[in-house]
């Protein structure tokens, strides 16, 4: 933590110390400041006050959420790359790509895909695409090209339980894009 420092903005008074907290995410150090804050309430009209708080507390509430997020983030479970397969999907792959999550886990319930699979598989621009790993699907996502291919809409994309936070789905989005020279 750095020193207290003292600051006057807007006529309210504050001392603050800034925490500064490296989180590994993704397999990348990613620095967070936090800036605690100690107001002067005295020096601050009722409103002003309240105003401040609230705005803290949303601010709390973001770092809060992030911190979650990044703690579910399974770094120990991470996928060696090496052991995943992709490949397109066909019509007779239905089964197993339902088996990749349950509908009920999916888009809270509005899983669309169970309907609309061989229609969208069997559509001249959609293309699906898997990830495996020992055989097994664990990881998909559907391929919409419009304008001629110039644009690419993705679509589906589900994970197995198992493999979430372990960066499957993030090395199945880099193959495809890949494949659709999406990345610069």
Known sequence: MSSLLHHNHSGIEYDYKTLNLEI?????LCSLSIAIVYLHTASIPKEKYINVIMNMKRTFHIIKRTLHIASKIKQSDAVDTNMITFHRVKVDDYYKVMSIRSPEDVYEGY???PDRFHKLISSSSIEGYAASIDKKLVAF???NLLDDGRTVLKQA?????EYEGTGIYN???SFTQQKYNLLG
């Open 141 to 143: 996502q559907l391929v």
């Open 171 to 173: 090395a199945l989005d």
């Open 157 to 161: 994309g589900r994970v197995d339980k």
């Open 111 to 113: 899983d669309y895909l």
């Open 24 to 28: 590994l995410m993704n397999k990348k």
